[in-house]
């Protein structure tokens, strides 16, 4: 009877224990030296084949989306430093870090989760950031057969 209530998983070779909750299988995936948690497709008996296969290259391809990413990461820092330094009413209450160019993002930027998700009807990649310079949103790095479509200013983990 108690086999009802619990909670499905599945065992990836490559992504390890799945856990279903929340409508999402959920994993932890490993970005060079950290690992964040992983949120996968999926029916309520096994996660999207193909949100597997994804997620089984994201750990690989990342290296490859970072230079994309921090350029985002740092136009996305732009009107922030813009805002200090002509001390405009939207200015930052807290210090706001110097960053001069996109690979020193990466110092003030970390990962908060990875999940394969439908974006515009198809599977992608979304990664949420925090970054120091913008404390109050997670963005989303939207990514789709390796190539970035945006840095989203506001996501939610899903």
């Known amino acids: 009877m108690f086999g009802l209530f619990k909670t499905p998983s599945f065992r990836d070779p490559a992504l390890g224990e799945l856990r279903r909750k929340g409508g999402m299988w959920r994993g ?6 950290i690992t964040v948690p992983l949120a996968l497709p999926g029916s309520r008996a096994a996660p999207d ?8 290259s994201i750990a690989t391809d990342h290296p490859r989306w970072c230079a994309g990413i921090a350029a985002s990461l740092f136009e996305h ?13 939207e200015a930052p209450a807290e210090d706001l870090p110097r ?3 996109p690979d020193q993002v990466w110092h003030h930027a970390s990962v908060e989760f990875v999940a394969v998700v439908t974006l515009d009807g198809e599977l992608g990649v979304e990664i949420g950031y925090r970054v120091a310079w913008d404390e109050e949103h997670t963005l989303g790095a939207r990514l789709r057969n390796g190539r970035l479509l945006e840095l989203n200013g506001s996501v939610l983990p899903p």
Not at 28 to 33: K, T
Not at 49 to 56: F, G, M, S, Y
């Open 49 to 56: 084949p193909q949100a597997l296969d994804i997620a089984r």
């Open 99 to 101: 960053i001069s160019q």
């Open 77 to 89: 820092y732009a009107p922030y430093a813009e805002a200090v330094a002509t001390g405009g009413p």
């Open 28 to 33: 932890e995936i490993s970005l060079g030296d």
